[in-house]
């Protein structure tokens, strides 16, 4: 009697514990899915945070650009005020003699503006060895269309051993920019190289 006893009890506690443990699974699996769930709206939500900080960084880099990016209006002026940055002169490679002497030198004026330019002058100082000028030959080059350049042959030089081209002057109709080396800036004026009764 005392046996069954024990078997009944123990029949009951199995049958609590697998109830319990039944109960345990049913409340894990429910976390489980309650949790990729979360994972899942995490993860759409940070997809949509990244969407919307691209789209807020696209616009805010295209306000940036239209800030800098001058309009039609004051577009000839923004590039007179900055033409340092939009035009340049450069130099080709030349050939040197073995007593001196410059050959097939090149001068090419560029221009990134949206502008031609009429005339770019240039100075080309012929240079001995030990640094002194030779002579000093001044080239105009013509007509440098807008995103473009253009470029003149300099003369041969018998003695020289190396050059250095300075800029001398630039005009441009179209851009009304007229600028000179010797041309001071006057003091308080805020385009200073807009030609004089334009």
């Given at each position: 009697m005392r046996n069954i006893?024990?078997?009944?009890?123990?029949?009951?506690?199995?049958?609590?514990?697998?109830?319990?443990?039944?109960?345990?699974?049913?409340?894990?699996?429910?976390?489980?899915?309650?949790?990729?769930?979360?994972?899942?709206?995490?993860?759409?939500?940070?997809?949509?945070?990244?969407?919307?900080?691209?789209?807020?960084?696209?616009?805010?880099?295209?306000?940036?650009?239209?800030q800098r990016e001058p309009t039609f209006v004051d577009q000839r002026e923004y590039y007179r005020k900055n033409w340092q940055q939009f035009i340049s002169i450069s130099n080709s490679d030349y050939r040197t003699g073995l007593l001196g002497g410059i050959k097939d030198l090149t001068i090419t004026a560029?221009?990134?503006?949206?502008?031609?330019?009429?005339?770019?002058?240039?100075?080309?100082?012929?240079?001995?060895?030990?640094?002194?000028?030779?002579?000093?030959?001044?080239?105009?080059i013509n007509n440098v269309p807008a995103k473009g350049s253009n470029s003149v042959a300099a003369s041969n030089s018998r003695k020289g051993n190396k050059i250095q081209v300075k800029l001398i002057s630039i005009t441009s109709q179209a851009l009304n920019f007229c600028w000179a080396h010797d041309k001071t800036a006057s003091a308080g004026n805020p385009d200073p190289w807009k030609c004089a009764g334009n």
């Open positions: 006893i024990y078997l009944l009890v123990i029949f009951v506690l199995c049958g609590i514990l697998a109830l319990s443990y039944c109960g345990q699974q049913k409340r894990i699996h429910q976390l489980l899915n309650e949790n990729e769930r979360l994972n899942n709206e995490t993860r759409h939500l940070r997809q949509e945070m990244n969407l919307s900080s691209n789209t807020a960084q696209q616009i805010a880099d295209r306000r940036d650009i239209l560029r221009n990134q503006t949206e502008f031609p330019l009429d005339n770019v002058v240039v100075a080309v100082q012929y240079l001995r060895a030990n640094g002194d000028v030779f002579k000093t030959e001044t080239y105009t």
